[in-house]
């Protein structure tokens, strides 16, 4: 093989530079594609394509009577890991719409060609909360290969891990003025957002009880007992859920009246004995 140019050794095989471009050279066709100015991008997508053009490991796994082929992984991914998981018909539509996605980014190429860089190339090109989940989903399938003895190395849990973004919350009472007494409308509002957002890593965890069956399914901000109890979350932070679940009351209230004042014999204000209760608030 001839060496390549200098400007061209550390480019993917088939990839080359051409002023400010890349150009992908079809080994078979010889016909060059361009891919644009990034490099790094231009280096993943020739990646990819040098595997798709690989045929060689699936012709050795039809001569050995084996099937290593991602699609065929995939499908028993399908039909026998995710019915054990219990998922949400809307979360495990989700999921299938993104397996289906890597049949085709990876037709025809075997488990053991894709490697690494080969993974974290490809999850490049997602925003962060993509990237996330993508990466969360190929673990899964990765861990299930190695469970069937198809692969003894998790690729994807090498690829890099990103946290996910801070939750920011647009704060209704921005640039408004904040009285000090609770008995003002908008100070209660600002008195329960700062209450929910303290008990949320609580109420987060009685939900993640919830899913894995450590408590019974239901409200989780109704289950703080049974939270202390369990030892899943600690009386502050059950108190913290329950202080919460007060303000946020507090802010929803509305008036109540009784039945018997809305009657047709019920007249003008003052003409009712119920005029005194009515319009107290719930």
Do not use: C
């Amino acid at each position: 093989m001839p060496r390549r140019a200098r400007k061209n050794r550390d480019l993917e095989a088939n990839l080359y530079q051409n002023g400010e471009y890349y150009q992908y050279k079809h080994p078979i066709t010889g016909n060059r594609i361009s891919l644009g100015k990034d490099r790094k991008q231009a280096n993943a997508a020739a990646r990819i394509a040098n595997i798709r053009l690989q045929k060689e490991p699936d012709r050795v796994a039809k001569i050995l009577g084996t099937n290593d082929g991602l699609s065929a992984l995939i499908d028993r991914f399908e039909s026998e890991y995710l019915p054990e998981k219990e998922y949400a018909k809307s979360s495990l539509r989700e999921i299938k719409i993104k397996l289906n996605l890597y049949k085709n980014e990876f037709a025809g190429t075997s488990i053991h060609a894709i490697d690494v860089k080969t993974l974290a190339d490809w999850l490049y090109q997602f925003t962060r909360a993509s990237y996330i989940k993508h990466r969360l989903l190929w673990i899964d399938l990765f861990k299930y290969a190695m469970s069937q003895g198809l692969v003894t190395f998790n690729v994807a849990e090498a690829t890099l891990y990103k946290r996910p973004a801070k939750r920011k919350r647009d704060r209704l009472t921005e640039g408004v003025y904040i009285p000090v007494d609770k008995t003002q409308t908008i100070a209660q509002l600002d008195d329960a957002l700062e209450k929910s957002a303290a008990a949320e890593p609580a109420t987060r965890k009685l939900r993640a009880a919830m899913k894995a069956g450590t408590l019974p399914k239901g409200d989780p901000e109704a289950a703080t007992e049974d939270g202390v109890k369990a030892g899943v979350i600690t009386e502050q932070e059950a108190a913290a859920i329950l202080s919460a679940v007060a303000a946020r009351k507090i802010v929803i209230q509305v008036d109540e009246f009784l039945p018997e004042y809305l009657t047709k014999e019920h007249g003008k204000w003052g003409s009712n004995k119920l005029d005194g209760v009515a319009g107290q608030s719930m």
